[in-house]
T-cell receptor, first 113, second 113 residues
């Protein structure tokens, strides 16, 4: 039973446009959510996070939105750049810390020049 | 600052053979994690260390997998004997403390033939 779901295996957008990556979760105990970015042959790198006490967190071109009632979060990248092309993992944890992360399967984002 | 170092980067072995992976975390990071990432999946936690103590090994298949972090710095993950289904990427991560941001190494890609 997948507790964190990324239902889109891939997404393709044009450079300069908005990229929206979605994530759903089923475990109501999750209260901390993270996005990681992964390039081929590298480990995941932390991108942005959000606590369940917030519904939005912004960092430069990256914004994460959390809808607790729908158990849904999304990552917005504006404007998208070719260097953003990577696999994006959504992760969640319970207990307010990120030490035990449950990851989704990832979404491959391709930003076309 | 040097990142998390893992070796080897790639390993091909025949089934029933033993294999070991090595991880050197970021200097000063007390918490060390080993993750398993199967093809098309997100990372799954195998074991977490606080200094030299394994504080969460509930997901480690103990019949064939073992890990150690003798001096609270480097860590080794071992599989003996390896099975075909063990083919995956093994990721090591570290964080300054439990609940802190996790920094991932590049992983070891294991192929069991």
């Amino acid at each position: 039973d997948q507790q964190v779901k990324q239902n889109s295996p891939s997404l393709s957008v044009q450079e300069g446009r908005i990229s929206i990556l979605n994530c759903d979760y089923t475990n109501s105990m999750f209260d901390y959510f993270l996005w990681y970015k992964k390039y081929p042959a590298e480990g995941p790198t932390f991108l942005i996070s959000i606590s369940s006490i917030k519904d939005k967190n912004e960092d430069g071109r990256f914004t994460v939105f959390l809808n607790k009632s729908a158990k849904h979060l999304s990552l917005h990248i504006v404007p998208s750049q070719p260097g953003d092309s990577a696999v994006y993992f959504c992760a969640a944890s319970a207990g307010g810390s990120n030490y035990k992360l449950t990851f989704g399967k990832g979404t491959l984002l391709t930003v076309n020049p | 600052e040097a990142g998390v170092v893992q070796s080897p980067r790639y390993k091909i072995i025949e089934k029933k053979q033993p294999v070991a992976f090595w991880c050197n975390p970021i200097s000063g990071h007390n918490t060390l994690y080993w993750y398993l990432q199967n093809l098309g999946q997100g990372p799954e936690l195998l074991i977490r260390y606080e200094n030299e103590e394994a504080v969460d090994d509930s997901q480690l298949p103990k019949d064939r997998f073992s890990a150690e972090r003798l001096k609270g710095v480097d860590s080794t993950l071992k599989i003996q004997p390896a099975e075909l289904g063990d083919s995956a990427v093994y990721l090591c991560a570290s964080s300054p403390r439990t609940g802190g941001q996790q920094y991932f190494g590049p992983g070891t890609r294991l192929t069991v033939t």
